[in-house]
């Protein structure tokens, strides 16, 4: 695979070439600093006023649909709920689909995992703090097991998502869950962080799944991105030829493309550098090589200069 790099002459036939868009949040639309990124909505705005087809599908599972909603609108851009994929909805919409009506799931993550889940008809049973009683007593395993432990029979399912309460507890009980083989193991994604930085190393959803998965020795089921489970919230068919993958990350937006045929536009803005690129396309690791976009291009509102 070859990384063009848009420019004016480039971008009509790029732009004829799909009616679809997914569309990241965090390092295309919007910094840090939760400030519009010069140029990106106003490109959206553009797409839209020919005809294409926007979804947003961001693995920032911290805000719910509705949230979303708003943040584009105080934005100028306004998008229905159905347009918008988090995380944490494709994994409610994973376990609507796939477990069993009579059983519950035990989550570790946010109050808007939780919600989601519930949005769906899917129950949940783990949010909050669960933490071990300063009184306990650590030095009988068991006994604190039968004491401070509870499980309930009905779990078909443990998802792991960025929790700020996470204990022990917590770890012990979606430990616990999975020893059960027939028990569904999710995470809402496996990055790292969603800052460029670094900076928050705990906001991503690896530091939490991962201490999980070891213990348990088995391996998750991605429903965010890179995984393909992200676009059961695409209730519309598409068609992957004519759909383009806009995103600033390669291991998940371009592997996201990589894995279901669509085609991909980084755009430098955000975590994954031009330097990178150059650095995929010379890798050994074929895996790496994946994270090749079709295009790239500065930032998205770049394109407003073609256009006038």
Not at 156 to 169: E, L, M, R, T
Not at 200 to 216: D, H, K, N, S
Not at 279 to 291: C, F, I, L, M
């Amino acid at each position: 695979m070859s990384a063009e790099k848009l420019t004016k002459d480039t971008f009509n036939p790029f732009l004829s070439s799909f009616d679809t868009i997914l569309c990241d949040c965090d390092g295309v639309l919007w910094g840090e600093d939760g400030l519009q990124i010069p140029g990106s909505i106003a490109a959206l705005k553009y797409f839209e006023s020919l005809g294409k087809t926007i979804y947003l599908v961001t693995n920032n599972g911290s805000r719910t649909k509705d949230a979303y909603v708003e943040r584009c609108s105080t934005f100028g851009f306004d998008i229905v709920p159905d347009h918008i994929i988090t995380a944490s909805s494709a994994a409610a919409l994973y376990l609507k689909h796939h477990l069993p009506s009579n059983k519950k799931v035990y989550m570790i993550g946010s109050n808007v995992l939780c919600q989601e889940l519930q949005n769906v008809g899917v129950q949940c049973i783990g949010h909050g703090a669960d933490r071990i009683p300063d009184t306990a007593d650590m030095s009988n395993y068991k006994s604190f097991l039968n004491n401070h432990v509870n499980l309930d029979p009905n779990i078909g399912a443990v998802v792991v998502g960025p929790d700020f309460h996470i204990s022990f507890v917590k770890l012990t009980k979606a430990i616990s869950y999975l020893q059960d083989k027939s028990c569904l193991f999710l995470a809402t994604n496996k990055d790292v962080y969603f800052d460029n930085e670094g900076i928050l190393p705990f906001y991503g959803t690896l530091p939490f799944v991962r201490p999980v998965e070891i213990a348990c020795g088995r391996e998750s089921i991605i429903t965010g991105k890179p995984s393909k489970n992200v676009l059961l919230g695409i209730k519309e068919p598409i068609d992957v030829k004519r759909t383009i993958m806009i995103g600033d990350y390669g291991p998940t937006d371009m592997l996201l493309g990589s894995n279901t045929g669509i085609r991909t536009l980084l755009v430098l803005t955000g975590i994954s550098t031009e330097q990178q690129i150059q650095e995929w396309k010379e890798s050994k690791n074929q895996e790496e090589k994946k994270y090749i976009p079709n295009y790239y291009v500065t930032s998205l509102g770049q394109i407003l200069e073609w256009i006038k």
